[in-house]
């Protein structure tokens, strides 16, 4: 080796750990301040997700500028949104599902269909009517989809501090809202097949069917498998090792194969594994992980992709539009069906508001689509807004409603 190249040898080095050193720095500003916000926000009676977010925007580029968005933050925070799906898939309660029946169902349905309309019809409005099937109609549609998801965490620990969540409203809201997230991933997953330009609508539904059935047949032999290593080595750290292996693989197969989001395969890949009996160790595991690191950098890296400097009047308009609609067409769709299924009024507008929280799902469905390129950053004002507003509402709300219609039999199943 000449001199000219030991040069640059070694100048390549030196950046490489430079560039190592900053990714720590990095890293440890992010965790730290993700958790000093989360603790503020919980004192504020606020998810600790909001705390994170609003980390994110404070040591970002929005405000202090201490961290930048980087392709290695942006590929921890993918994995973040993996691990989150995972566990959301494994705490599905399926037994609850069955017993739910129809009413959840359809509650679910109406959850997801009124704010898919709601969305796309609210971003025409603002930015003009498109033909179906432009880059405008998929992007109004994928506004939509944002809107359908409902994050019941919120809700359920509300019901519980006041004594009703085993009552029929509350059993109902918890249901709904677990099937509602596995309607709004199938719309999610056709929404960003169709904004494929080399497919069509039959490869769309061709694929989409493909891989439900292949996850249907296959993921029942996956869990009889599971079924026979759980009882050989139960509550060994086996289990949620190769847990997290099929949570990943699925994820692959998915975007590889079927052109299906990434997303999509980690929560089937939970549902597939939520019956068995080690489940809940599975899910305590893959949330250590998730808790410490995955998680807060995906949630911070939102706050560091948020760009106000892109806000004008058009988009603060839209924000506020957004928020209503999303809160508003959550209470039409599901106090309505709920109505249809004998629900008295005041218990209709439980439901419709107990439906109304958004949260990681609605955050995670806008990360996929600004990496996709349907929406750019600075969409994310309306969502974290949305995340912020209906998160402090709704347990105001809730309160507010059973005081002023408490149900005695709710108060006795609590």
């Known amino acids: 080796m000449n001199r000219h190249n030991a040069i640059i040898y070694f100048c390549e080095r030196k950046m490489i750990n430079m560039e190592s050193y900053s990714i720590l720095r990095d890293l440890a500003i992010i965790i730290a301040s993700a958790k000093f916000m989360g603790i503020v926000a919980k004192k504020c009676k606020a998810p600790m997700v909001v705390g994170e977010i609003i980390a994110g925007l404070i040591i970002g580029p929005c405000l202090l500028g201490f961290v930048q968005q980087s392709d290695f933050i942006s590929k921890m925070a993918e994995i973040g949104v993996i691990l989150i799906m995972f566990s959301a898939g494994l705490e599905t309660n399926l037994k609850e599902l069955k017993k739910s029946g129809l009413i959840s169902l359809l509650i679910a349905f109406m959850g997801v269909l009124v704010p898919l309309i709601g969305g796309t019809i609210l971003y025409m409005a603002v930015y003009g009517w498109a033909a179906v099937g432009t880059d405008e109609f998929f992007k109004g549609l994928f506004i939509g989809c944002i809107m359908t998801a409902t994050s019941v965490g919120i809700t359920v620990e509300s019901l ?31 929404v960003l097949g169709f904004k494929d330009p080399t497919n069509n609508t039959g490869k769309v539904l061709l694929s989409t069917f493909a891989f439900f059935a292949i996850a249907l047949i296959g993921g029942y032999i996956i869990y009889k498998i599971f079924l026979k290593i759980d009882a050989r080595y139960p509550h060994s750290r086996r289990i949620p090792i190769i847990g997290l292996a099929l949570c990943f693989v699925m994820a692959y197969c998915t975007e590889r194969y079927f052109g299906i989001a990434d997303i999509t395969g980690a929560y089937v890949a939970g549902i597939i594994l939520c019956n068995i009996r080690d489940a809940g160790y599975i899910d305590r595991k893959v949330t250590i992980n998730n808790y410490m690191i995955f998680g807060p950098i995906f949630f911070v ?8 400097s892109q806000i004008d009047p058009n988009m603060l308009l839209f924000s506020a539009g957004f928020v209503i609609v999303a809160m508003m067409t959550k209470i039409i769709g599901c106090g309505l069906v709920s109505k249809c299924c004998k629900f008295k009024n ?31 950053s600075s969409y994310f004002t309306a969502v974290i807004l949305l995340i912020i507003i209906s998160s402090i509402s709704v347990p105001i709300l809730l309160k507010w409603l059973y005081t002023k219609a408490p149900d005695p039999v709710e108060t006795t199943a609590a």
Not at 301 to 308: A, E, N, Y
């Open 346 to 376: 005041i218990d209709c507008l439980k439901i419709g508001v107990g439906m109304m929280t958004r949260g990681e799902v609605a955050l995670i469905i806008t990360q996929k689509g600004l990496s996709i390129g349907i929406i750019d």
């Open 160 to 190: 519980r501090e006041m004594g009703y969540l085993k009552g029929r409203v509350g059993q109902t809201i918890l249901s709904a809202a677990i099937i509602d997230d596995v309607i709004g991933i199938v719309a999610l997953t056709f």
């Open 301 to 308: 890296g939102i706050g560091l992709k948020t760009d106000f």
